[in-house]
Nanobody
Framework: QVQLVESGGGLVQPGGSLRLSCAAS????????MGWYRQAPGKQRELVAA??????DYADSVKGRFTISRDNAKNTVYLQMNSLKLEGTAVYYC???????????????WGEGTLVTVSS
């Protein structure tokens, strides 16, 4: 069984910073892509950032302010969020494509989410 556990959410003022972490644990053979999504109240879940090997992708709304990184030895992905805006308030979800020993193809896993509130 595989679990993704996020941490690092909280309350921050506009212009502030937060760093989210997501650790994958369990019976893991390998991890392909890892990423962060967010869902604001009343809105659909959207991709924030993703990392696959050495390639990173960002939503236009966070380019230049957010940085995604990954520690493969720890099966952990991070999201450094700087210059946070009010519209950054959302539940942030970790996502990973993970190959487990009993399957040949990756399976999509999700964390339970961590709340980020940007407010003055």
């Amino acid at each position: 069984q595989v679990q993704l556990v996020e941490s690092g959410g909280g309350l921050v003022q506009p212009g502030g910073s937060l760093r989210l972490s997501c650790a994958a644990s369990g019976s893991i053979f390998s991890i392909y892509a890892m990423g962060w999504y967010r869902q604001a109240p009343g809105k659909q879940r959207e991709l924030v950032a993703a990392i696959t090997g050495g390639r990173t992708d960002y939503a236009d709304s966070v380019k230049g302010r957010f940085t995604i990184s990954r520690d493969n030895a720890k099966n952990t992905v991070y999201l450094q969020m700087n210059s946070l805006k009010l519209e950054g308030t959302a539940v942030y979800y970790c996502n990973a494509d993970i190959v487990v020993p009993t399957r040949l193809s990756p399976v999509d896993y999700w964390g339970e989410g961590t709340l980020v509130t940007v407010s003055s």
